[in-house]
């Protein structure tokens, strides 16, 4: 089983940026995908981006894409999501999930997940 611990989260303006960051423990990640999903109040968790442990590409929702970057540092075992130009929908609990897969889903059928971290972004 994974750990998986976020951090990060706050309160933003309207066109400001945060940092979210995911600490992963208790396995090896080579053959993982990474994701970060959100859930707003009254709504179902949404797909926001995902990577995997190897290689280079990135997935993304179109509503963050040119907005939101994910990235991971290997040697730290973490993955981050950077946001910019946050946006009051933006507004959630995020959340970081891993799946012992090499397939990206959007959906959150995903193995582990972390316990949140909140994202309010105001006017």
């Known amino acids: 089983q994974v750990q998986l611990v976020e951090s990060g989260g706050g309160l933003v303006q309207a066109g400001g940026s945060l940092r979210l960051s995911c600490a992963a423990s208790?396995?090896?990640?080579?053959?993982?995908?990474m994701a970060w999903f959100r859930q707003a109040p009254g709504k179902e968790r949404e797909f926001v981006a995902a990577?995997?442990?190897?290689?280079?590409?990135?997935y993304y929702a179109d509503s963050v894409k040119g907005r939101f970057t994910i990235s991971r540092d290997n040697a730290k075992n973490t993955v981050y999501l950077q946001m910019n130009s946050l946006k009051p929908e933006d507004t959630a609990v995020y959340y970081c999930?891993?799946?012992?897969?090499?397939?990206?889903?959007?959906?959150?059928?995903?193995?582990?997940w972390g316990q949140g971290t909140q994202v309010t972004v105001t006017n």
């Open positions: 208790g396995r090896t990640f080579s053959s993982y995908v």
């Open positions: 999930a891993a799946r012992r897969s090499l397939v990206v889903l959007t959906t959150p059928d995903y193995d582990d």
């Open positions: 990577i995997r442990w190897s290689g280079d590409r990135t």
